[in-house]
């Protein structure tokens, strides 16, 4: 069934925004990509531990099902393809982890080395919208709740006399048709600014708002045309923490872009200096003060959806890895909790009576011994003049 967001993007009155940042808090629903359970290729070192199989790495996720992770996130064909869905049924029957969503497998294979729903080849485009048919089949056949599509190599190094708005073309045209061929089927888009290309299509927060406006207005099939009609987005996002700072944008504000026109279908979190290539480390290694402006835009938006941790846990073992990604967002989410949301509301509509406050009440939020600080007063909102 598909998930309803709507309510991601419903404007409130001071007061109703009041009531909601009181009454309302986030469910913390883990959920973890299977690729990251075996270790990957790189460049400049040998793997760090031995490959593992599907099936060793479905154990591993099992031993994590008491700590709370409850969803699962795999590659088309590579991870999970027709051959093994009866292996991924049992074990989601067997451990009550679901399977949240199969994701085509767009960027690793040799033919697609100028790119898949893009590339100028159309043989070579068609082979990738038919995989794409296909990934989003098996959603449609398992029930997930929608298809991540990453297009980390569609994209170019020498921008020269290319046709860009050509190739964006071609990138939406295909996914569209894939999604009028599975009706019914919800796209979480994931942008990347750069890496493994150059530059990679679509590859900031707000071109993937874009692309779903591009993709949407393509759509032809009934039931889609009765989704989009009833105010259901179907091409919607899954921004990942680490992309959004590749591209030097802040993370609340980015993804309030989605969340205003209730595209966010799913969220990917990690940790990742401003800039630099993709280092996917564990949540709140770094700045964890971002993951708290996030969890606090989600909430003020009424997120009800998954928290998806995508690390590479290269030098952890990967359970290790993932409890502490869970615990860092438990906590982080704790403190927002506990915030004085009237006074914030103040600071917010009334900076011009209450410069600095907010900074030291987020000192004293985060402090381990605020009573060690100078009192700090509550805001009151100011009445009638």
């Known amino acids: 069934m598909l998930p309803d967001l709507r309510s991601q993007a419903a404007r409130r009155t001071p007061a109703e925004t009041l009531a909601h940042l009181q009454s309302f808090a986030l469910d913390l629903r883990f959920s973890a990509g299977i690729w990251y359970f075996s270790p990957a290729a790189s460049r400049f070192h040998d793997k760090y531990g031995p490959d593992r199989s599907i099936e060793e790495r479905l154990e591993i996720a099992a031993t994590l099902a008491p700590h709370g992770l409850g969803g699962l996130e795999a590659h088309y064909p590579n ?59 098996l959603n449609r056949e398992l029930d997930t709740e929608f298809a991540v599509v990453w297009p980390g190599i569609d994209g170019y190094e020498n921008g020269f006399g290319m046709d860009f708005a050509d190739a964006r073309h071609r990138f939406a045209e295909g ?37 779903g406006r591009m993709v949407e207005s393509m759509l032809g099939h009934a039931e889609n045309r009765r989704l989009l009609g009833e105010g259901h987005a179907l091409c919607c996002m899954n921004p ?18 989605p969340l205003s026109e209730a595209r966010l279908a799913h969220t990917h979190w990690n940790s990742q200096p401003l800039g630099n290539y993709d280092q996917d480390l564990g949540i709140g290694t770094i700045s964890p003060e971002l993951v708290e402006g996030l969890l606090y835009t989600l909430k003020l938006h009424g997120y009800r959806g998954w928290f998806g941790i995508d690390i590479n846990p290269e030098r952890t073992p990967v359970d290790v890895a993932i409890r502490n990604s869970m615990d860092a967002l438990r906590a982080a989410n704790d403190r927002i909790e506990s915030l004085d949301h009237e006074s914030i509301m ?17 000192t004293r939020a985060r402090a381990s011994r605020p009573d060690r600080l100078p009192p700090w007063p509550r805001l009151a909102p100011r009445g009638p003049a």
């Open 346 to 362: 103040v600071a917010h509509a009334q900076p011009e009576r209450c410069r600095g406050w907010l900074e030291g009440y987020l």
């Open 175 to 211: 996914l569209a048709e894939a999604i009028d061929e599975v009706p019914g089927v919800r796209v979480a888009f994931e942008p990347k600014p750069y890496e493994p290309r150059g530059r990679i299509l679509f590859g900031t927060t707000p071109e993937g708002v874009l692309l």
């Open 240 to 257: 990942e923490v680490g992309h959004v700072l590749m591209g030097y944008e802040d993370l609340a504000y980015a993804f309030s872009w």
């Open 79 to 137: 991870e999970i393809n027709e051959g093994n869905a009866d292996l991924w049924r049992s074990f989601c029957q067997d451990t009550g982890i679901r399977l949240i969503t199969v994701i085509p497998l767009l960027f690793y294979d040799r033919a697609f080395e100028f790119g898949s729903l893009s590339n100028p080849d159309e043989r070579v485009r068609r082979t990738a919208i038919e995989r794409t048919m296909a990934a989003f089949a």
